[in-house]
């Protein structure tokens, strides 16, 4: 059989081990060190010298004291975009809180702000404020971040942005992740950068990140001895897995050239094709790092579904996967609010990641779109 063609795999640059030997060399091996605070100075470089970036064990922990820092407790509600991954909406679970869930609009595939806006207005309606909202910038693609916003100031409501796909991906110039109260980011080892596992907490200010920091080292107190006044985690981001990431941050701009090439690459196979859409920008205020190139497939006009492309493409050992299936038909959520129509189950039904890797070889495009062709005809 012939080789895997993955997702999305990890692609190295050349220069991590550079900085993974120097920890070795000077035995900073622990969740602190040279590499974690040049991790995030490179970070807060890229996406804006004016905020503070946390660098941590994953991007469900950053997730995690981004709600903590909002102040979520026991029995609040917080709204959270459908259409996602799990990992967005888990950690509303862990501070004993209450997913609100919202469906997606057609232009971003993310949350839509008129069904925001009527969930507020009904959960203020019955006495209860939402404490915060997690809005997604999924597969990379900007939110309608200028309209959710507004929202969320309006109401006065904390704004967390999961930008765990969207590093890189700007709006109107912005980068996401840098527009909420606090910012989400994560370097698993599927995303434009990888760090194998990690993330990272995007705060506005020192104080915010110092108390992340806190949080995420079981919150010790400053004492000689070990005092602890708070409940902390185990969070940190270690000093080996961040000087992968230094590495990383010098091919960043180029991996994210390599996915949006990936990007052109399937709007030339689809551009005659009846019935398929490949998710692109609305216009030129999003860029999007295209993490994932999607198709949306029309069966009525196709003759043939999502999963049976995904399972000619698995036939011949390439990997592909259906749209995240939203949240508010997971079972684990099935009692929850939700608030919208059918957008996200729709797009679920309809829509395929396709392999989409900065690190996809000639060799590699030729036979995707070999078996894509042979599979329309």
């Not at 994560?186 to 806190?214: L, P, W």
């Not at 602890?228 to 701009?253: F, K, P, T």
């Not at 396709?354 to 005809?377: C, M, Q, T, Y």
Request: hydrophobic share 35%; charged share 25%.
């Amino acid at each position: 059989m012939k080789s895997k063609i993955w997702l999305s795999s990890p692609h190295m640059g050349g220069t991590e081990m550079k900085y993974v030997k120097e920890a070795y060399d000077t035995n900073w091996v622990a969740p602190l060190g040279p590499n974690v605070n040049g991790f995030e100075k490179d970070l807060t470089h890229y996406i804006g010298k004016e905020y503070r970036v946390a660098c941590l064990s994953s991007g469900t922990a950053a997730l995690h004291l981004a709600l903590i820092l909002a102040d979520v407790q026991l029995n609040d509600e917080v709204i959270c975009q459908s259409f996602t991954f799990s990992a967005s909406a888990n950690p509303i679970t862990y501070q004993g809180a209450n997913p609100i869930f919202i469906d997606s609009e057609n232009d971003t595939w993310n949350m839509c702000p008129i069904y925001l806006e009527e969930a507020i207005v009904d959960r203020l309606a019955k006495g209860k404020k939402p404490k915060a909202i997690i809005l997604v910038h999924l597969y990379g693609m900007p939110a309608k971040i200028d309209e959710i916003l507004a929202i969320a100031n309006k109401y006065e409501i904390t704004l967390i942005e999961d930008a765990a796909e969207a590093l890189g991906s700007t709006f109107k110039g912005q980068k996401c992740g840098t527009f909420g109260d606090y910012g989400i980011l994560s370097f698993n080892g599927n995303k434009i950068i990888t760090t194998s596992g990690g993330g990272a907490i995007v705060c506005k200010n020192e104080k915010d990140k110092q108390k992340a920091i806190f949080l995420a080292t079981q919150a010790r107190d400053d004492a000689p001895h070990y005092q602890h006044s708070e409940i902390g985690y185990n969070y940190r981001m270690s000093n080996i897995i961040a000087g992968i990431g230094r590495g990383q941050m010098e091919v960043l701009d180029a991996h994210i050239g390599l996915r949006r090439d990936m990007n052109l690459f399937y709007k030339n196979i689809f551009k005659n094709v009846e019935g398929i859409t490949v998710f692109e920008e609305p216009n030129n205020d999003y860029y999007s790092n295209h993490w994932l190139s999607c198709v949306l497939i029309d069966s009525g006009i196709t003759g043939f579904t999502r999963e049976e492309l995904r399972l000619q493409l698995e036939k011949n050992n390439i990997e592909s996967r259906p749209l995240w299936k939203p949240m508010h038909l997971q079972p684990v959520f099935k009692e929850c609010d939700y608030y919208g129509g059918n957008v996200s189950e729709t797009l679920f039904n309809k829509g395929l990641c396709l392999p989409s890797g900065s690190n996809l070889a000639k060799e590699d495009r030729i036979r995707i779109e070999e078996v894509i062709r042979g599979f329309f005809n």
